[in-house]
């Protein structure tokens, strides 16, 4: 899947994503996996749908998907390189995520931002709506480990 709006594109082919440039944003920038080994962020990419988002073909974007196709989709790891923040691509990465194919009618979609609820609700995230019935085991640090 590929979309396009003039020079800015996203696109599901994972031969075009700048792993290098994911794992360095991933592991030094991001609030949620400072210190991922750069063999996670592969096998990550790996066994997800990846979306790269692209201006005049260099990689300014990403987001991953975790999905069975079928009931159940989490999207994860989704950031614009900084210096290419407030001109709307987020917002466009975003709505190819949840237009692509293989990510309609599913019973669940579901994500965790810590500021980013403004841009999520957009879409029609809302917070939790039964949140006593969810769980998790969460190790937040475990990649400084």
């Not at 003039?6 to 792993?19: G, M």
């Not at 994911?22 to 609030?31: A, D, G, P, T």
């Not at 999905?67 to 790891?77: K, Y």
Request: aromatic share 14%; net charge positive.
């Amino acid at each position: 899947m590929t979309t396009n709006d003039s020079s800015f594109q996203v696109s599901t082919d994972q031969s075009r994503l700048d792993i290098p440039m994911i794992y360095r944003f991933l592991s030094e920038q991001s609030s949620w996996a400072v210190g991922i080994a750069r063999p996670i962020v592969e096998r990550a990419i790996e066994n997800s749908l990846c979306f790269g988002a692209y201006l005049d073909g260099r990689q300014i974007g990403f987001a991953r998907v975790i999905t069975d196709f079928a009931t159940f989709a989490n999207m994860v790891d989704v950031f614009v390189s900084p210096e290419y923040r407030g001109h709307g691509y987020g917002k466009q990465l975003v709505a190819a995520v949840l237009r692509h194919p293989s990510l309609q009618r599913l019973r669940r979609f579901t994500l965790a931002t810590s500021d980013a609820h403004s841009l999520y609700a957009r879409f029609g995230f809302t917070p939790l709506s039964k949140p006593e019935t969810l769980m998790e085991r969460y190790f937040p640090n475990i990649y400084l480990s």
